[in-house]
T-cell receptor, first 116, second 118 residues
Framework: AQSVTQLDSHVSVSEGTPVLLRCNYSSSYSPSLFWYVQHPNKGLQLLLKYTSAATLVKGINGFEAEFKKSETSFHLTKPSAHMSDAAEYFCVVSGPKGTSYGKLTFGQGTILTVHP | ETGVTQTPRHLVMGMTNKKSLKCEQHLGHNAMYWYKQSAKKPLELMFVYSLEERVENNSVPSRFSPECPNSSHLFLHLHTLQPEDSALYLC?????????????????FGAGTRLSVL
């Protein structure tokens, strides 16, 4: 079975400094991986996805993530944090091979706080 | 906006009430989903509908009853809920490719309904 572990429940950075949100996954096949963001009282918005093309994936709002199969990691980064980046971030892996219809497994989430 | 609209945004109900959550997608997708998001727990998939047919039911109690009258609308009927059912209920939709394919397509989420059961 697949699983996702987000290594930090909370990350706090200063505005203008780099952001690193860590994610490790476990899967017996080549998965699709996603990062979603959830702002307070809002639904989840897709930041970026990896689907076995380029290992460095660029997303919206300056975020990017690198798929490292040897490390089973898919960490999310941004060079310079903005106040509007404060939100909860979810690392997600697609369902087991053979299942259909978008079965996703979500990580526990990382709350990002950005200080002025 | 993501193209997925959920109503109501907030709902407070007693344990003996009957209520329904509504989800509507304007994206022309063929699959819709209900998720439950509880505090300090990962998102839990509840139900999946594809082409109005339920294709997944993740051991959800019968007090939750989904309905998908067409590919654009999804309901979650609630009755005799328990306080532990209080959570954010999220609806999503996607365009899926068929039985034998991994789900590589993106799910678009609504803003959710915040449910409180008293």
């Amino acid at each position: 079975a697949q699983s996702v572990t987000q290594l930090d429940s909370h990350v706090s950075v200063s505005e203008g400094t780099p952001v690193l949100l860590r994610c490790n996954y476990s899967s017996s096949y080549s998965p699709s991986l996603f990062w979603y963001v959830q702002h307070p009282n809002k639904g989840l918005q897709l930041l970026l996805k990896y689907t076995s093309a380029a290992t460095l994936v660029k997303g919206i709002n300056g975020f990017e993530a690198e798929f490292k199969k040897s490390e089973t990691s898919f960490h999310l980064t941004k060079p310079s944090a903005h106040m509007s980046d404060a939100a909860e971030y979810f690392c997600v892996v697609s369902g087991p091979k053979g299942t259909s219809y978008g079965k996703l497994t979500f990580g526990q989430g990382t709350i990002l706080t950005v200080h002025p | 906006e993501t193209g997925v609209t959920q109503t109501p945004r907030h709902l407070v109900m007693g344990m003996t009430n009957k209520k329904s959550l509504k989800c509507e997608q304007h994206l022309g997708h063929n699959a819709m989903y209900w998720y439950k998001q509880s505090a300090k727990k990962p998102l839990e998939l509840m139900f999946v509908y594809s082409l109005e047919e339920r294709v997944e039911n993740n051991s959800v109690p019968s007090r939750f009853s989904p309905e998908c009258p067409n590919s654009s609308h999804l309901f979650l009927h609630l009755h005799t809920l328990q306080p532990e059912d209080s959570a954010l209920y999220l609806c999503a939709s996607s365009q899926e490719m068929g039985d034998s394919k991994l789900a590589k397509n993106i799910q678009y989420f609504g803003a959710g309904t915040r449910l409180s059961v008293l």
